[in-house]
């Protein structure tokens, strides 16, 4: 019933952009915070952007000035857009939604090498 589906992940050289997306439903989207997190091979997880129900965002500083969250409430969907991308953002990339609940994808991996 619940789902949070990640998309838009795949191989981007340095410097490029990629836009993920995660679509959600089987839950009230709009009263609820969501965030991406990221995970690389022998790494934590780690957040690396929130927005909450009022439309207001914070970004961590390791992806500041280059990566956006936005959400479409419309659309029960949450993008990560990122820009300048560099090999260190190579991870798998998870949505996450919170409020009554808390929620996770399945992720979707993100690889940037040339």
């Known amino acids: 019933q619940v789902q949070l589906v990640e998309s838009g992940g795949g191989l981007v050289q340095p410097g490029g952009s990629l836009r993920l997306s995660c679509a959600a439903s089987g839950f009230a989207f709009s009263s609820y915070a969501m965030a991406w997190y990221r995970q690389a091979p022998g790494k934590e997880r780690e957040r690396v952007a929130r927005?909450?129900?009022?439309?207001?965002?914070i970004i961590e500083d390791s992806v500041k000035g280059r990566f956006t969250i936005s959400r479409d409430n419309a659309k029960n969907t949450v993008y990560l857009q990122m820009n300048d991308v560099k090999p260190d953002d190579t991870a798998v990339y998870y949505c996450?939604?919170?409020?009554?609940?808390?929620?996770w994808g399945q992720g979707t991996q993100v690889t940037v090498s040339s």
């Open positions: 927005i909450f129900s009022t439309g207001g965002t």
């Open positions: 996450r939604a919170s409020f009554a609940n808390i929620y």
